[in-house]
Nanobody
Framework: QVQLVESGGGLVQPGGSLRLSCAAS????????MGWYRQAPGKQRELVAV???????NYVDSVKGRFTISRDNAENTMYLQMNSLKPEDTAVYYC?????????WGQGTQVTVSS
């Protein structure tokens, strides 16, 4: 059974940093890509950053230069380093995995950027 567990969310002041983690278990199949999505209140879920199986990385324009996605294959963990956080980054952040056996989501972790 595939499980994705996010952690690292919380309350941070504008300009601050957070590091999100996504621990994956039960994945014994080919992964096409892993990514982070976010959903703010009243808005649609949007892709924040994605990393392909070959290492290709893409970011939504609004986080370029501030967020960094990475993965540790040995630990089956994906990270999102978020710097220079802005109030508009406030959202629930979700871990996503797409592989040959389908698409999987974590339960989400809340990130709130506020003074």
């Amino acid at each position: 059974q595939v499980q994705l567990v996010e952690s690292g969310g919380g309350l941070v002041q504008p300009g601050g940093s957070l590091r999100l983690s996504c621990a994956a278990s039960g994945i014994a199949f080919t992964i096409y890509y892993m990514g982070w999505y976010r959903q703010a209140p009243g808005k649609q879920r949007e892709l924040v950053a994605v990393i392909g199986s070959g290492g290709a990385i893409n970011y939504v324009d609004s986080v370029k230069g501030r967020f960094t996605i990475s993965r540790d294959n040995a630990e089956n963990t994906m990270y999102l380093q978020m710097n220079s956080l802005k109030p508009e980054d406030t959202a629930v952040y979700y871990c996503n995995v797409v592989g040959v056996r389908g698409e999987y989501w974590g339960q989400g972790t809340q990130v709130t950027v506020s003074s």
